[in-house]
């Protein structure tokens, strides 16, 4: 998909907060465990929204569950324009989004 539109940039953007999201809580992990915290445990810190002040995304918003969003598709990106507050139109081409979720 070599032309830019706004929903390959918004997308875009999503996909780069996803990774920066799972990249600190990987770091996170290690270091918990590091420190003597048990998995269990860890797993659970791990849920709280409070320890990524600048990454945190929902469950739904995560890129693997856009992966296999299906029908849902629409309304988690309507989700994710609320969660980013951007101006997006509100109607999708959700067969593009598809295609950009997929090569991203």
Request: one cysteine or more; glycine letters at 4%; hydrophobic letters at 40%.
């Amino acid at each position: 998909m070599n032309e830019q539109t706004p929903l390959f940039d918004f997308l875009t953007l999503l996909k780069k907060k996803n990774d920066l999201f799972y990249q600190e809580r990987a770091e996170m992990r290690t270091d918990f465990l590091l420190r003597g915290i048990c998995e269990k445990e860890v797993d659970g810190l791990l849920n709280d929204p409070s320890l990524f002040p600048t990454s945190w995304l929902p469950e739904t918003l995560c890129w693997d569950f856009l992966l296999e969003a299906g029908n849902r598709l629409p309304e988690l990106l309507h989700e994710a324009v609320g969660y980013f507050d951007c101006d997006m139109p509100l109607q999708f081409d959700i067969v593009e989004a598809e295609k950009i979720i997929k090569s991203l």
